[in-house]
């Protein structure tokens, strides 16, 4: 069973439309994370949130908005998308709390080209 | 704010030693963290160290940390041709506090 799975894959798309990338986790964490990253490998967090609530909102254009519907699941919406756009987006989730390691666990990652 | 370089590329011969190093600014981390990335897939955790700590050995995996220099490396005896990765150092203070990733190091062995 794949631990943090994410949909599509790849994603090759048109400059202006709008798409959605899906992340579901059944680790039973309770904060998930969306990451960039760009062609030099260069990794930078974009959100996170916990329990459905959101909890880091780095410098991310509002054309970006993710939405979590429920713990195990946190999916991102880009609208108008830009050719700079085009990246690997990675999910990744983990368990906050005193004590715990905080593992992050990562998805296989979407492939996101725009045209 | 937070900064955690990396050199960008490191290539050794197998059955070498590997040592990918890592300097962070934030003196208040409490969690540093080595992760690889094979291609084309996510990242996955190799090992971790707290900040109250000096040295944390897994098998191959030795992490060294300097604190009072906020360098932190990863060593990998006797590397391997599937050990060709990109190894990211990550730190955290923990909490609700994100984790920021380094640059990453392309690790090349040559058979």
């Known amino acids: 069973d794949t631990a943090v799975s994410q949909t599509p894959k790849y994603l090759v798309t048109q400059m202006g439309n709008d798409k959605s990338i899906k992340c579901e986790q059944n680790l039973g964490h309770d904060t998930m994370y969306w990451y960039k990253q760009d062609s030099k490998k260069f990794l930078k967090i974009m959100f996170s949130?916990?329990?459905?609530?959101?909890?880091i909102n780095e410098t991310v254009p509002n054309r970006f908005s993710p939405k979590s519907p429920d713990k195990a699941h946190l999916n991102l919406h880009i609208n108008s998308l830009e050719l700079g756009d085009s990246a690997v987006y990675f999910c990744?989730?983990?368990?906050?709390?005193?004590?715990?390691?905080?593992?992050?666990?990562f998805g296989p990652g979407t492939r996101l080209l725009v045209l | 704010g937070e900064d955690v370089e990396q050199s960008l590329f490191l290539s050794v011969r197998e059955g070498d030693s590997s040592v990918i190093n890592c300097t962070y600014t934030?003196?208040?981390?409490?969690?540093l963290y080595w992760y690889k990335q094979e291609p084309g897939a996510g990242l996955q955790l190799l090992t971790y160290?707290?900040?109250?700590?000096d040295m944390k050995q897994d098998q191959r995996l030795t992490v060294l940390l300097n604190k009072k220099d906020k360098h932190l490396s990863l060593r990998i005896a006797d590397t391997q041709t599937g050990d060709s990765a990109i190894y990211f150092c990550?730190?955290?203070?923990?909490?609700?506090?994100?984790?920021?990733f380094g640059t990453g190091t392309k690790l090349q062995v040559i058979p």
């Open positions: 934030d003196s208040s981390s409490t969690y």
């Open positions: 160290i707290f900040s109250n700590m």
């Open positions: 949130y916990n329990n459905k609530e959101l909890i």
């Open positions: 990550a730190e955290s203070t923990g909490g609700y506090q994100k984790v920021t």
């Open positions: 990744a989730s983990s368990q906050v709390g005193r004590g715990v390691i905080e593992t992050q666990y």
